[in-house]
């Protein structure tokens, strides 16, 4: 197989030949990467060929979805979001994920703290077999939700973030306040709902996929607590005011963003997360 580092190609004869072979050999996506990398080709292209439509189809994976991402993200530091400028300082385009600094104001950051401290429980994931909520050892974070909209402080961020991100306010799930205490943790997972699990089907009606996550710092724990990105070898420290964002097109591990929350090792970490969804979510 000939070597090709452009980005956009077409999936020539020969390309689809070895694909056909791979396939009935059992090799899945993952397996074809490591193929395509070590036959020479750049990475950048090879993950272009593998969410190719042709390559989709007759691999069974998810079409791509639209997804969130900032006007001139990757070409300039500073980021219009509405009420304020944003800086973009870390900007990874496979997967698409930027650190920003100075979302939130320090002031932002604790009138969230203060407004769900006293509604805080322990945290639940999604029961992916019924699509309910469930509790998990895999995150042992306390947790609550605002409604969207439910105050001037909570609309003004979602504000902020629908410009920034050029997505609908209306497209974002509630506003979700995390405290990770010492010790507490929230083990590497994918964020988005698989399609495979019998539970996804209702959850999906309320608003379609998860496309993109925005996980805010509110404040900065002594120690640990880092949001880690096994499959980049990604490590964002908290920090008073700035996030994380990602997005995913597909819902599957071809994906990468696989990500955690590192333990807290002292003092305590508070985040506020917003899950995207491709369609209004009700």
């Known amino acids: 197989m000939s070597t090709n580092n452009a980005v956009e190609q077409d999936i020539t004869p ?33 993950r272009h060929l593998l969410a190719m439509p042709a390559f989709v189809a007759a691999n069974n994976l998810p079409f791509p979805l639209p997804v969130p991402w900032p006007a001139q993200a990757g070409e300039r530091l500073a980021l219009h979001a509405g009420d304020r400028q944003v800086n973009a300082i870390t900007v990874l385009q496979d997967p698409p994920l930027l650190v920003l600094e100075g979302l939130l104001s320090p002031e932002e950051c604790q009138a969230l703290i203060d407004a769900a401290a006293p509604r805080m429980s322990r945290s639940l994931t999604v029961d992916v077999k019924t ?8 995150r042992t974070s306390e947790g609550m939700f ?13 504000a902020r973030i629908g410009e920034l991100l050029g997505w609908p306010v209306q497209n974002g799930e509630g506003l979700q306040v995390l405290r990770y205490g010492p010790g507490a943790e929230y083990k590497p997972h994918y964020d988005y709902f698989d399609p495979a ?13 998860r496309v993109a996550t925005l996980v805010m710092y509110l404040n900065e724990p002594e120690a640990g607590g880092a949001t880690v990105f096994p499959d980049v070898a990604l490590a964002v420290v908290p920090k008073c005011g ?21 333990p807290v090792v002292s003092g305590d970490k508070w985040i506020a997360t917003k899950w995207l969804r491709e369609r209004e979510f009700i």
């Open 14 to 46: 020969a390309v689809s030949a070895w694909l056909a072979e791979q396939r009935a050999a059992g090799f899945g996506p993952d397996q074809l990467l490591k193929s395509l990398l070590d036959a020479g080709w750049g990475e950048a292209a090879a």
């Open 131 to 138: 699509g309910g909520e469930e509790t998990n050892q895999a």
């Open 146 to 158: 605002f409604e969207r909209g439910e105050s001037a402080l909570i609309s003004r961020i979602e």
């Open 197 to 209: 699990e019998p539970g996804t089907a209702s959850i999906l009606q309320r608003g379609g996929q």
């Open 242 to 262: 700035n996030a994380v964002f990602f997005s995913y097109s597909q819902p599957h591990p071809v994906s990468r963003t696989l990500h955690g929350g590192a």
